[in-house]
Nanobody, 122 residues
Framework: QVQLVESGGGLVQAGGSLRLSCVASGRSFSGSGMAWFRQAPGKEREFVAAISRNGGYIYYADSVKGRCTISRDNAKNTVALQMNGLKPDDTAVYYC???????????????WGQGTQVTVSS
C-alpha cells in the first residue's frame, strides 16, 4: 500500500510562486515514476509534470513549461513541484500520483494523494 500526502498549496497573487511537496509512504517509491496533475472546477484532471524513478527523465505540459520544475528526493520519499510566474489559469487542486507507466494519462497512475488547493488571484 502506498500513501501520498501533498502540501504547499495556498493563495498567491499572479506572478507569485509556490512549492508543492508530496511525501510518499510505503514501498517502492524510488522504483516508481511520479507525476503531478491538476483539476480545476468543472474540468477534467490534467497532466502537469512527470519525473522518472531516478530523475533522469522529466517532462512537462506545454501550459507550465518554463514556469515549473519537478524534482524528487528518493532518500526522503518526496517529490516536489516548484511553480513560478503563476497565473489565474493555474488555479486548481494539484495531485501527486505514482506511475505504473510514466505517461500523461491519469489511467496509468495507480496511487493518488488527496490534493492541495492552489488559488492564483489576478
Amino acid at each position: 500500500q502506498v500513501q501520498l500526502v501533498e502540501s504547499g498549496g495556498g493563495l498567491v497573487q499572479a506572478g507569485g510562486s509556490l512549492r508543492l511537496s508530496c511525501v510518499a509512504s510505503g514501498r517502492s517509491f524510488s522504483g516508481s515514476g511520479m507525476a503531478w496533475f491538476r483539476q480545476a472546477p468543472g474540468k477534467e484532471r490534467e497532466f502537469v509534470a512527470a519525473i522518472s524513478r531516478n530523475g533522469g527523465y522529466i517532462y512537462y505540459a506545454d501550459s507550465v513549461k518554463g514556469r515549473c520544475t519537478i524534482s524528487r528526493d528518493n532518500a526522503k520519499n518526496t517529490v516536489a513541484l516548484q511553480m513560478n510566474g503563476l497565473k489565474p489559469d493555474d488555479t486548481a487542486v494539484y495531485y501527486c500520483a505514482r506511475a505504473r507507466v510514466l505517461t500523461t494519462r491519469t489511467l496509468d497512475y495507480d496511487y493518488w494523494g488527496q490534493g492541495t488547493q492552489v488559488t492564483v488571484s489576478s
